[in-house]
Nanobody
Framework: QVQLVESGGDLVQPGGSLRLSCAASGIIFAINAMGWYRQAPGKERELVASISNGGTTNYADSVKGRFTISRDNAKNTVYLQMNSLKAEDTAVYYC?????????WGQGTQVTVSS
């Protein structure tokens, strides 16, 4: 059974930092592309960052320079380091894996940025 489990979501003040983790099982992690998406209430789910099996990264314009995606294949885990957080970053963050046409999603973790 495929399982993607996010952790690290929290309430944080504007300007603060968080690191999200996504632990994967049931997939060959090292050959999957991994991504972080987010969805705020009433809004569409959007891609935040992705990392290929070879380590190539992509970021949404809204998070460039603030967020960093990384992966540890030995731990079957992908991370999202979030710095200089803004209120607009408030959302449920979802982990995604993809291998060709095969796609999986985690259950999400809540990030709230508020003073």
């Amino acid at each position: 059974q495929v399982q993607l489990v996010e952790s690290g979501g929290d309430l944080v003040q504007p300007g603060g930092s968080l690191r999200l983790s996504c632990a994967a099982s049931g997939i060959i992690f090292a050959i999957n592309a991994m991504g972080w998406y987010r969805q705020a209430p009433g809004k569409e789910r959007e891609l935040v960052a992705s990392i290929s099996n070879g380590g190539t990264t992509n970021y949404a314009d809204s998070v460039k320079g603030r967020f960093t995606i990384s992966r540890d294949n030995a731990k079957n885990t992908v991370y999202l380091q979030m710095n200089s957080l803004k209120a607009e970053d408030t959302a449920v963050y979802y982990c995604n894996s993809r291998l060709g046409s095969f796609e999986n999603w985690g259950q999400g973790t809540q990030v709230t940025v508020s003073s």
